[in-house]
């Protein structure tokens, strides 16, 4: 999800940064070999634990920087991680000697593998009498798989892979098409590997460095610093269209909503994007092959600058090409939004609003822009509307803004401490709500899953002790309870460093720090998810508790600011309730049989070759229409299991 989106909360607070940060009309200076020893100063004087730079550290970053290469243990031989540890004998002495040789040697054996790799797959796919080969089976899980020991073990097995990578291109294209698609993607690998050589070397061993601090330090080249504004802010010029690699072509996946694109209703999805040119006489730019985010850049400008685009459309008969002219402009990108179910119970009616928020955003520039203010709006019109009650859907939410994930929680009870914060020295400090309005005192369910972190965590965290809300959802939160700021640079060649500098502790003294927030009401979980979370991450921090600040002034005493306790006789009532539900939901039951599918530990051809063969009888018809493409993703949206026995629960909360 930039990990996850980048999706982890964070607080705020900039700062510049280093004996070599300067002002703004100082000419751009890469990232040299130089300046890596002042940085990795400044993540240990900065990072919440009192880090040593010793051999254990630096097989760390080792580590790091192997399993960054080769997560799959497929490139690598046995002999190559002696030899890569050999060549880091002296890291961190070296680059504190401004000496970045290793690096060099480390990614010149990094390209060789991959070379070989393929030079290989190359070699079988070329061959006319290639086949697929229905005896091929597979293993997925990599950590019991070990190193090879040679290069021949290595190939057998890119065999194996090579083959699944083909089957899986046969549901949409012949085999012929599928096998010069993999070729391709081989040799563009390659050539991506090569570029970040000549380009982002340094960046690689800071990434692997500062994740060996713990795994949500991290180093923001300016590119990926960009990248998390646009994502904090929800602030975007442009013209608004979401974007992918295919194959070596840019492809629009969707149109935004609101942006240039869709007010000049010329593209849809599935267009690909040739060239691009600025302004009304700029030459046009060939973008064909070229990096998604690079596109990305040429594409985003100021508000009222034009662009170009060369466009291939496929149509039922030929392949149409033109050339289009788009205004750029702000692109809205999505925030909080509510939808109203109206449902009749018992013969009651009622009405619910289901909030959705994807992310804990604030916009540090435009302060209108934040996600705590589009919640007080939606929740003013829910109380005007009727809403008798509110699922706020967490789920899938990484986090964000730690002060609008306390503003946040603060809308529904009165006033009290929400977050606690430990720094680097033992000393705690409160983030409290203190605006006495309650913005909604109705009943309330909170859906969560394995994706919710951080922010999210302290949300629901802080409506569960306060037992202001029903917690539910499929398994336990992420897990996240530490807290990151960012320290920019100071040039913008430079980027900005994320660093870890405090642990965040919910009201009733926990921390959410592996163990995440525990629904009241569980849903069925996907299995492969049992294992997912912050306790599974190499050098995660440990968890610990501090006293309970549970604030006694919660609850207001005025009937309109005054909501009911969730008490474990509520809960225990619905959860029977809801249980019954779930045994005998279509929905769940399709889940669970999916989840079996999914969790096997070894995969063959042939049942991926049965698995196409069925999707193809049963496949629904594609469309490119934007308005028709929004509703399907509406509609999937609403027809989720998990969001149905939300808004199931909290009829039953409402009507309790």
Avoid at 99 to 111: E, G, P, R, V, Y
Avoid at 618 to 628: G, H, W
Wanted: with cysteine; charged share 30%; aromatic share 8%.
């Amino acid at each position: 999800m930039f990990l996850l989106k980048t999706i982890f909360a964070i607080l705020i607070n900039f700062s510049f940064a280093l004996s070599f940060a300067a002002n703004k009309s100082t000419a751009p200076q890469n990232l040299k070999c130089k300046h890596i020893s002042l940085i990795q100063q400044v993540y240990v004087s900065k990072h919440i634990k009192k880090i040593k730079l010793n051999k254990n550290f630096q097989k760390r970053i080792v580590n790091n920087l192997i399993n960054n290469a080769d997560f799959n243990k497929t490139i690598f031989l046995k002999k190559d991680i002696v030899k890569i540890n050999n060549i880091f004998f002296n890291l961190l002495k070296n680059i504190k000697n401004d000496n970045c040789s290793s690096l060099d040697n480390f990614f010149l054996l990094w390209k060789k593998r991959m070379q070989e790799r393929s030079i290989f797959a190359n070699k079988l796919l070329s061959k006319k009498s290639f086949k697929i080969d229905e005896s091929v089976s597979l293993s997925l899980e990599i950590k019991k798989r070990k190193r090879f020991d040679t290069k021949k073990q290595a190939e057998k097995y890119l065999y194996k892979s090579i083959q699944f990578q083909v089957t899986n291109l046969l549901s949409t294209m012949n085999l012929k098409k599928a096998r010069n698609f993999v070729i391709r993607q081989y040799k563009r690998n390659l050539k991506l590997l090569d570029k970040k050589i000549k380009t982002e070397k340094l960046s690689i061993y800071l990434e692997a460095f500062s994740a060996a601090l713990d795994p949500h330090s991290s180093y923001f080249s300016w590119k990926k610093l960009e990248d998390f504004q646009i994502e904090m802010s929800r602030s975007l010029e442009g013209i608004g269209a979401r974007l992918s690699f295919e194959d070596g072509f840019t492809v629009i996946v969707e149109v935004i909503e609101g942006g240039a694109v869709d007010r000049s209703g010329k593209l849809k999805a599935k267009d690909k994007i040739l060239a691009v040119a600025q302004g009304v006489s700029g030459s046009f730019d060939n973008i064909v092959e070229m990096n998604l985010g690079d596109v990305v850049r040429k594409i985003r400008g100021k508000k009222g600058s034009k662009v170009r685009l060369l466009i291939s459309r496929k149509t039922k008969s030929s392949v149409k090409k033109f050339e289009i002219t788009l205004v750029r402009d702000k692109i809205p990108l999505e925030r909080a939004k509510v939808y109203y179910i109206d449902k009749t119970v018992n013969q009651k009616k009622i009405k619910l609003a289901l909030i959705h928020l994807d992310s804990f955003y604030a916009d540090w520039k435009n302060r209108e822009v934040s996600a705590t203010k589009d919640l007080i709006k939606i929740l003013k019109e829910a109380k005007a509307k009727g809403a008798n009650g509110v699922v706020l859907d967490l789920s899938n939410n990484g986090g964000g803004s730690l002060s609008d994930a306390v503003k946040i929680s603060g809308l529904f009870f009165k006033t009290g401490g929400v977050v606690r914060q430990s720094k680097r020295m033992p000393i705690y400090s409160e983030l409290k709500d203190r605006d006495e309005r309650v913005q909604f005192a109705g009943p309330l369910v909170v859906l969560v899953n394995r994706f919710s972190a951080s922010a999210s965590e302290i949300v629901s965290g802080a409506l569960q002790d306060y037992k202001r809300a029903i917690i539910v959802g499929a398994g336990s939160t992420y897990g996240k309870g530490t807290i990151q700021t960012i320290e920019p640079l100071g040039r913008r060649s430079f980027g900005a460093l994320k660093i870890t500098i405090g642990m965040f502790y919910i009201p009733s003294g926990k921390t959410t720090q592996h163990q995440g927030v525990t629904p009241d009401i569980l849903f069925p979980t996907a299995s492969v998810l049992k294992d997912w979370g912050e306790s599974s991450l190499d050098y995660s921090l440990k968890p610990n508790t501090v006293d309970s600040f549970i604030s006694k002034n919660a609850q207001g005493v005025l009937k309109k600011n005054k909501w009911k306790l969730i008490t474990k006789s509520i809960i225990n009532k619905l959860k029977f309730k809801s249980q019954k539900r779930v045994k005998t939901s279509k929905a769940f039951k399709k889940f669970i049989k999916e989840d079996k599918k999914l969790n096997k530990k070894i995969i063959k051809i042939s049942d991926l070759l049965k698995d196409q063969k069925k999707s193809k009888k049963e496949k629904i018809k594609e469309t490119t229409n934007t308005e028709a493409l929004r509703k399907q993703k509406l509609k999937k949206y609403m027809d989720r299991a998990d969001i149905q026995e939300s808004l199931n629960i909290l009829s039953d909360l409402v009507l309790f």
